[in-house]
């Protein structure tokens, strides 16, 4: 895996071309962990809108801790 194949970065979350689906990652301090797949027909803007839901819930989480 190299950073030449992330399609997609925004924040802590990631995408990557899969064999059979793209994949979403969320990176962490030591690694990064799949949260999600999405299949090739969807296509890689069905990834950009579940990365920008996963953002809006973190920020949401965020605001429930205050």
């Not at 969807?42 to 579940?50: H, Q, Y």
């Amino acid at each position: 895996m190299t950073e030449a194949q992330i399609l997609y970065e925004r924040g802590p979350y990631w995408v990557k071309r899969g064999a059979k689906f793209f994949e979403i990652y969320r990176a962490g301090a030591t690694h990064s962990t799949r949260v999600g797949v999405v299949g090739f027909s969807f296509g890689l803007s069905r990834c950009i809108a579940e990365i920008d839901r996963r953002m809006a819930d973190d920020e949401r989480r965020k605001g429930d801790a205050r």
